[in-house]
């Protein structure tokens, strides 16, 4: 999967070039090939999944692979302390649109990264 199949053994193989490495996070992971099936069904059919096992067999790797096969979240649902009533916390949901917008205001808050040689010459400029 990974060695070039035009490669017939591996003193073929000269440098790093002469190795495939999938675009597919999934296809990344060796030795799964009937779990990486079944992950696909699920993420293609919104469908929860478990992923169980001993330490170092893949789960985290799997997980993070999913990512890609699944799309953008279309909200965001925020559970915030309530200090009044702590057993009913405050729970806040955000379409898309309405996220695109906070994160467009933070940026414009932020402003723009200015060098001390630019800030001295836009200064020099007033």
Do not use: C, W
Not at 98 to 115: F, K, P
């Amino acid at each position: 999967m990974y060695a070039n199949m035009k490669k017939e053994f591996f003193k073929d193989i000269k440098s790093t070039a002469d190795i495939l490495i999938p675009k597919d996070p999934l296809e990344r992971v060796i030795g799964h090939d009937d779990i990486i099936r079944f992950v696909k069904i699920a993420a293609k059919q919104r469908r929860n999944l478990l992923l169980v096992g001993p330490p170092g067999i893949g789960k985290s790797l799997i997980a993070q692979g999913i990512s890609v096969h699944l799309s953008k979240p279309q909200e965001e649902i925020t559970v915030v302390h309530n200090p009044e009533r702590p057993e009913r916390p405050f729970v806040e949901v955000k379409n898309r649109s309405e996220i695109e917008s906070e994160i467009e205001d933070l940026q414009r808050a932020e402003g723009d990264v200015v060098t001390p040689r630019k800030f001295r010459n836009l200064l020099q400029n007033v």
